[in-house]
């Protein structure tokens, strides 16, 4: 994988299953049972994503089978009770789609999801067409990188690019990554730390540097 930041693209799922507008409830149902999945992005034409049908879509079908909410909760529940009637995609689905380019970072996809409360995100291209899709756990993968890697990474990206710390090594463990050694500029310190807190993989810093 390529060096930090890592891309969208460098950790997506390329093959997607995904749903035309005119999918019905039942056969969106089976392609989550069958592949494991919570959410389907829908698509039309060439694979231009529409919007997004998610677990929590079917499921006023199910809450409101026997009844409908409180009188007091309606209009806060006008959404799902029109989902509780769809029977397509179209229907179920909610649009426009929360979606990530390609080449946004890792962190910026995260921020995507945090802020919509999704978990995973269709990928698209500049045009709007699906490239892939991103899950939560596909954005923690960068966790599992081996410690030699980050450290290399390091030293190639961060120290071997500031003279000033020509003498400050770096060892990995665990993911936490330790930079020691003489380090003359002190102003340099959370220059460092910044530049390897963005090293993907990175769970934390601790700092050992003493004045030459």
């Known amino acids: 994988m390529p060096e930090s930041p890592y891309r969208v693209g460098d950790v997506m799922t390329h093959t997607v299953i995904a749903v035309g507008r005119n999918a019905p409830f039942k056969e ?19 694979g231009r994503v529409i919007g997004v049908v998610s677990e929590a879509d079917l499921l006023p079908k199910e809450e409101f089978r026997d009844e409908d909410p409180p009188r007091q909760d ?7 009770l029109a989902k509780a009637g769809a029977v397509s995609a179209e229907e179920l689905m909610s649009s426009p789609a929360v979606t990530v380019r390609t080449h946004a970072t890792l962190a910026q996809a995260a921020r995507i999801m945090a802020r919509n409360r999704v978990k995973r995100l269709p990928v698209v291209d500049e045009t709007g067409l699906l490239q892939g899709i991103v899950s939560r756990a596909d954005l923690l993968r960068v966790f599992l990188r081996e410690d030699d890697q980050i450290a290399d990474e390091i030293r190639s990206s961060v120290l ?32 460092l730390a910044r530049a390897i807190r963005a090293v993907e993989g990175v769970v934390d810093i601790e700092v050992d540097l003493a004045h030459p």
């Open 28 to 46: 969106i149902v089976e392609l989550f049972d069958e592949w494991k999945i919570s959410a389907l992005p829908v698509v039309e034409g060439e």
């Open 74 to 80: 309606v209009l806060r529940r006008l959404s799902d």
């Open 160 to 191: 071997a690019r500031l003279p000033a710390a020509s003498e400050v090594t770096v060892s990995v463990t665990g993911g936490v990554a330790t930079i020691a050694g003489p380090l003359r500029d002190r102003t340099l310190v959370p220059v």
